[in-house]
C-alpha cells in the first residue's frame, strides 16, 4: 500500500469515530480515535523520514 492510500485509509477510519464522539458523545469512539490519531502520528513520522532520506541521498 502506497504511503497515499495508508493514510487516507487512516483518515477514513477516522472520521466516524470523531462524528460519534463529538455528536453522540460516545466515549468507546473517543478511545479509537486516539488510537488512529497516534498511528497517523507514526505514520506521519516515518514518512518524514522517508522524504528526509530521499533528499540526502538524491533519489529525488
Same mark, same amino acid.
Given at each position: 500500500?502506497?504511503?497515499?492510500?495508508?493514510?487516507?485509509?487512516?483518515l477514513?477510519?477516522?472520521?466516524?469515530?470523531?462524528?460519534?464522539?463529538?455528536?453522540?458523545?460516545?466515549?468507546?469512539?473517543?478511545?479509537?480515535?486516539? +488510537?488512529?490519531? $497516534? @498511528? %497517523?502520528? +507514526?505514520?506521519? $513520522? @516515518? %514518512?518524514?523520514?522517508?522524504? $528526509?532520506?530521499?533528499?540526502?541521498t538524491?533519489?529525488?
Amino acid at each position: 500500500m502506497s504511503r497515499i492510500q495508508q493514510m487516507k485509509s487512516l483518515l477514513d477510519q477516522l472520521e466516524p469515530d470523531l462524528v460519534k464522539f463529538y455528536e453522540k458523545g460516545n466515549k468507546a469512539a473517543g478511545t479509537r480515535a486516539r +488510537k488512529t490519531l $497516534q @498511528e %497517523i502520528k +507514526k505514520v506521519s $513520522q @516515518e %514518512i518524514r523520514l522517508e522524504i $528526509q532520506d530521499f533528499k540526502n541521498t538524491g533519489r529525488v
